[in-house]
């Protein structure tokens, strides 16, 4: 993990959950008291010109979200009116089982996105996610919230579904997040 220094003293290493909150804290601490970001050099991801690094991290990540979960609808029928009636009615039945299994599968819920890796820059977040940077705008970004897990933070879009970032670095993500997306 590399990170930014900051120009009040405070620096950025590995650390456990414990002190990684701790960080987070006295990372928001000193830029709230005037400190600023120092880039951070980052060899492999796509920077636009005058565009700097403040920190290149891990995390996971979730996206919430519905998906499409297709199920078979079979109708199985045969014998006798008794019998034919009977397995039709079983296979309705069975198949609105798998109906309603897959709607509670589609439904909007915390998709895993698995580790993430995310570098801080200061126009956006870029995310190596499957084999490819994608670029997270923040003037894209309408709310950064902290959730009742201290260690994981929510980034929300006014279009977009929301992203759930947990464990190592996302408090950190989160404080230079909500003080380089926050309009000045």
């Known amino acids: 993990m590399r990170c930014s220094s900051i120009r009040s003293g405070v620096g950025a290493r590995p650390w456990g959950a414990d002190e990684e909150l701790a960080e987070a804290d006295r990372l928001f601490a000193a830029l709230d008291n005037g400190g600023w970001l120092e880039p951070v050099a980052v060899d492999d991801a796509p920077l ?3 565009e700097n690094a403040y920190a290149d991290m891990g995390s996971h990540g979730w996206r919430y979200c519905a998906i499409d979960v297709p199920y078979e609808h079979r109708t199985l029928m045969f014998g006798g009116p008794f019998l034919f009636a009977a397995t039709g009615i079983a296979s309705l039945v069975a198949s609105r089982r798998r109906r309603r299994e897959a709607e509670r599968l589609a439904a909007p819920q915390w998709r895993p996105l698995g580790w993430l890796r995310i570098v801080v820059t200061s126009r956006r977040l870029l995310v190596w996610h499957h084999e490819r940077w994608w ?13 009742a897990d201290p260690s994981a933070v929510e980034i929300h879009f006014a279009s ?15 404080v230079l997040l909500s003080r380089l997306a926050s309009p000045t």
């Open 48 to 50: 636009d010109p005058g």
């Open 135 to 147: 670029s997270v705008w923040y003037s894209a970004v309408t709310t950064v919230r902290w959730t």
């Open 160 to 174: 977009d579904p929301p992203y759930r970032l947990s464990g190592e670095g996302a408090a950190s993500i989160g």
